[in-house]
């Protein structure tokens, strides 16, 4: 059934349609070309906004405030101290927005897998297709290169059209948790200067005694780095499931890991720079992060979201990641 596609979708390449598939004209370089010159009016902008021009046109935007009013409203309707209202909104917003997301995110690249076999036929076959059209009509290995991969791309968004799961629809997660986490913590920070728009001075005098244990000043640092340290330690763990859970990656993907580890361990002197309000958040946001990734590799909750099996699904997840952490991490010698 399966491949029913690859070879129906081969044999419609006939001699004239590959003949017709050449390489793409591209436009001839431009030697000794220069990059144009910053326009006048936006160097003139540059300097009028300054440094601290665009940030404050960002902790004054209305997705900020709504931030602000989200905050303010799960604080007068719980009447938890500041902590908890934080810690609550971050709890929330994770749980309602970010898991069906990411959900989602495994649903599409679950499907992706599944579609691997389909493809790497479809592959060989439009390979010996694209040999013996090139034998034919004496095409160079360019050509014979371009007129692959164009039709090769072709059917593969055909596969992925046809079972609406185009890798790109994977990303959705990144697009809506990344400005979530910026808004909610220029959020945190207007609170903690007393800047914000809505209540700004009480709601920063409140949070002088809004703490709790080691940080009881939300406006203050945390002077023991308790917060920054828990934040780059559980983003570590993150990146090193995820770096667990792929075997063999690609070189990309190896240079990704490793710069979002760099990323994590900046994370710990930036968050000591910072008021406990913004590294409890982080913090919150972070452990949460890292309770949906688990969550998502049990296979109940999996069945739940209707997340189709792939081979590299396991009956034993947990079991299997701690085998691979402990063969890791504490057998290397």
Request: with cysteine; charged share 15%; aromatic share 10%.
């Amino acid at each position: 059934m399966l491949c029913r596609l690859g070879a129906w979708s081969v044999r419609q390449i006939s001699a004239a349609q590959l003949r017709a598939s050449g390489p793409p004209l591209l436009p001839a370089p431009t030697i000794g070309a220069q990059r144009p010159a910053l326009p006048v009016w936006s160097v003139a902008s540059v300097s009028a906004v300054g440094a601290s021009g665009w940030y404050e046109a960002l902790a004054a935007s209305a997705p900020v405030r709504a931030a602000e009013e989200a905050l303010l409203a799960a604080h007068a309707a719980t009447g938890l101290p500041w902590w908890g209202s934080i810690l609550l909104t971050t709890v929330a917003l994770r749980g309602a927005v970010t898991l069906p997301l990411a959900a989602y995110q495994h649903y599409v690249l679950a499907k992706v897998e599944n579609l691997q076999p389909e493809i790497k036929s479809i592959a060989s076959r439009l390979n010996q297709e694209v040999a013996l059209r090139a034998n034919q009509f004496g095409w160079s290995k360019r050509v014979a290169r371009l007129t692959y991969l164009r039709n090769m791309k072709r059917l593969v968004s055909e596969l992925y059209v046809r079972d609406n799961c185009h890798p790109f629809k994977a990303t959705v997660l990144v697009w809506v948790q990344l400005p979530m986490w910026i808004f909610m913590s220029v959020a945190l920070r207007n609170f903690s200067t007393g800047t914000a728009h809505s209540e700004g001075l009480s709601v920063q005098e409140q949070f002088t005694t809004g703490g709790v244990l080691w940080f009881p000043d939300l406006t203050a640092l945390d002077s023991t780095w308790i917060l920054p340290v828990s934040v780059g330690v559980i983003n570590l763990l993150i990146v090193e499931i995820f770096a667990l859970q792929k075997a063999g990656m690609s070189r990309f993907q190896i240079y990704i890991t490793h710069f979002v580890r760099t990323l994590s361990v900046l994370m710990i002197p930036i968050a000591a720079t910072v008021p406990s309000s913004l590294a409890l958040y982080w913090l919150c946001s972070s452990f949460m992060g890292l309770s949906q990734n688990l969550l998502l590799r049990s296979p109940g909750f999996r069945r739940l979201c209707r997340i189709p099996l792939t081979k590299s699904d396991s009956d034993t997840p947990y079991k299997d990641l701690f085998a691979a952490f402990y063969t890791k991490f504490l057998l290397r010698k």
